[in-house]
Structure formats: structure tokens, C-alpha cells
């Protein structure tokens, strides 16, 4: 019998996103992976990273289109026949609304920002519920502006409370399928998502300054998290928005 743990990851771009700090991480505990990319632009970066960890599908992933979520869960039901953990690591907002005040966001701006960001992970949660037949780990990416105000982080914060309040009503909802969900909160990483918010560095700098360990996360540290989080160890873990900042939101 083949007890390998199967997930799918969603939100690989290149290898400095937090999703490639997981999947190493993952593909260290032995698990066999799925792998997604977002068009065919972003697919060049991202299929040589999953060649490197031998995925086992390698499928686009828009997940504004549901057509393509149809597609991509049909395989991995008749490849794998049921589905471990999932990784949800998206997030996007229009710059004209991320860069500007909350207060003057656009309507369809936040709902889009919404949409891709938060109720994606709805979305991928109910694809994925029948698949985890004997239970599985949900995970997602939220961060410290979703509960503070963080400056310049604007529209992704009401956006970032959003997703932890699902994370929470998932956690509930699943639980007694055995499916656990929670949220990782990292500290600041210099990824291609991040480059999008003013003024980040000097937010980078701040955080190295005051942590209590002052230094910055790096993503395979965030990763050692997620392969934790989806692992026998945490069974008992879930509903949960887990900070990997080196303490700096208890400070801040």
C-alpha cells in the first residue's frame, strides 16, 4: 500500500515564493506533489522547480476559471484517487487599489481582491473536501495586516481578515471530516507578490529591527512550518493562524 502523502500546491511562481520554501519542504517529508502554474508566462519559472521535486502533475491553474479547477481535480481523482493536503498560497489586488488608501478602493477592486485572495480558498476547499477521504490539511498564507494596521499594506488588510475568519469557519465546518485548516503568518519575504506594496523594504527593515530574534523569515523556514502543519504531529491543530515572524507581532 502506498501511504505517501499526495498535495496539491497552488501559488508556485519562482523560487522565491513562500509556496517554493513548502514545496521542498513537503517534498523532503516524501510526498508526492501537484503542482500548479498560472499561465504561460509564469509556467517558465515554474516548471523547472517541479521537475526538481519529480511532480506528479503539473497542471495551469487560473482560479478565476472554474473550468480549470474542473480539469485540474479530475486528474488528480483519477491519478491519485484522493488528496492529503492542500496549499493555498495566492493573493492579488489591482495596484491602483493596493497602492492607494483603503478608503478610496474601488468596488470592483476589492472584489477582486477578495475573490482571488480569500474566497479562492473556499473554493479550492470544496474540490478538495471529497478527495480527503481519510481527513487532510488545508493551509493558507495570511499576514500581521490582516489583524493590525499595517502601514501601506492597505486594501490586502480587510482582505487578509477575511481569509483568517474562513480559515476559521472551514476549520469548523471540516472538522468532522477530519480536515483540518489553518493559516500561516509569515513575516515579510521579498517575493514577486510582495514587491507590489509601497514602501516594503523599509517595512523589512522594520521587522529585522524589532522582532524579538531580529531577523527575517526565510521561506524554507516557513516551509519547515507548512510540512509540520500537514503531518501526523498535528493532528489536534486546526482553525488556527500560526505566525512564523520571530515573534515580531507580539511586539508590534
Known amino acids: 500500500m502506498n501511504t505517501k502523502l499526495k498535495g496539491l500546491v497552488v ?4 523560487d ?14 516524501g510526498a508526492d506533489l501537484a503542482i500548479t502554474y498560472l499561465n504561460e508566462k509564469s509556467k517558465a519559472y515554474v516548471e523547472p522547480l517541479a521537475k526538481s521535486v519529480n511532480a506528479d502533475i503539473f497542471m495551469p491553474l487560473d482560479v478565476s476559471d472554474p473550468s480549470q479547477e474542473d480539469t485540474l481535480f479530475a486528474e488528480i481523482e483519477q491519478r491519485w484517487g484522493k488528496l492529503d493536503f492542500l496549499l493555498h498560497s495566492i493573493a492579488f489586488a489591482p495596484k491602483e487599489d493596493l497602492q492607494g488608501r483603503v478608503t478610496d478602493c474601488s468596488s470592483k477592486g476589492f472584489s477582486l481582491a477578495m475573490d482571488i ?7 479550492l476547499a470544496k474540490r478538495a473536501e471529497p478527495l480527503m477521504k ?13 489583524e493590525k494596521v499595517i502601514k501601506n499594506y492597505n486594501l490586502m488588510g480587510p482582505v487578509k481578515a477575511a481569509l483568517e475568519a474562513s480559515v476559521r469557519y472551514l476549520a469548523y465546518e471540516l472538522g468532522e471530516k477530519n480536515i483540518r485548516v489553518n493559516a500561516i503568518s509569515p513575516g515579510p ?19 529585522a529591527d524589532n522582532a524579538p530574534l531580529h531577523q527575517l523569515v526565510t521561506i524554507e523556514q516557513i516551509g519547515e512550518t507548512a510540512a509540520f502543519l500537514v503531518s501526523q504531529k498535528a ?3 486546526s482553525g488556527q493562524t500560526i505566525y512564523v515572524d520571530n515573534g515580531y507581532n507580539t511586539i508590534a
Open 11 to 14: 501559488g508556485l511562481a519562482n
Open 16 to 29: 522565491k515564493s513562500i509556496a517554493w520554501g513548502c514545496v521542498q519542504a513537503f517534498n523532503a517529508l
Open 117 to 123: 485572495s480569500c474566497h479562492s480558498l473556499i473554493r
Open 134 to 146: 481519510d481527513g487532510g490539511s488545508i493551509l493558507t498564507m495570511s499576514y500581521y495586516g490582516g
Open 189 to 207: 519575504v521579498k517575493t514577486r507578490a510582495a514587491s507590489g506594496l509601497s514602501h516594503f523594504d523599509e517595512l523589512m527593515e522594520k521587522v
Open 235 to 237: 493532528l489536534h491543530i
